[in-house]
């Protein structure tokens, strides 16, 4: 188990929150697919992950992915989750981490550009340098999207940016108009209310 994995199980009670576990893991999982989670946690934000090396690595996005080229949103770097977060729609319970309502919001594969070209690059090295490059192929987003990491840290900063290509649009704003799962067909409301305990 990596270090950033070990912190993603440091910070939770799986058995208790309902989350996947590292140790539960099924290796079955495709390696090269990604999620985009709605989490309405202490903000409403958006966890953008990608499948490298056997885990999910993850970025907490706060205004979610654009698909304007000119927009630059930041992507704050946090713990590896496992490889089945990808499937996890749910509420995680007050007093534990990250508490509050998760909706797969998007997901589906993608492809490596860095690999293609004339000094081809592994996503893991991708990542290590502080660029990475993938075409996605999602249910709400397709294309080209690169990170770009700006500061180093405990939680690095990195940009999120729509690359100019066909799939770019300016005037589309998914993440405002486009509001429930791709799993489930919900809202996040939605979620909450089926997940809440009796009184």
Known sequence: MSDRQSE????????????????????????????????????????????????????????????????????????????????????????????????????????????EGDKPTSMADAHRDGLIEVWLEGEKLSGGFALKRFREGKKPQWLLIKTNDDHADARRNPVSTENKSVKSGRTLHAIAKAEKPDD
């Open 8 to 115: 993603y199980s440091s910070k939770r009670n799986t058995r208790q929150s309902g989350e996947p576990d590292h140790r539960r893991h099924r290796p079955s999982r495709k390696e090269n697919q990604f999620v985009i989670q709605m989490h309405d946690a202490s903000q409403l934000h958006f966890d953008f992950r990608l499948a490298i090396d056997g885990s999910l690595k993850s970025w907490a996005v706060p205004k979610g992915p654009s698909l304007d080229p000119s927009d630059k949103r930041l992507a704050i770097e946090v713990e590896d989750h496992p490889l089945d977060y990808a499937d996890f729609e749910g509420v995680i319970p007050e007093g534990h981490y990250g508490a509050g309502t998760v909706m797969v919001w998007d997901r589906g594969t993608y492809r490596n550009l860095r690999e």
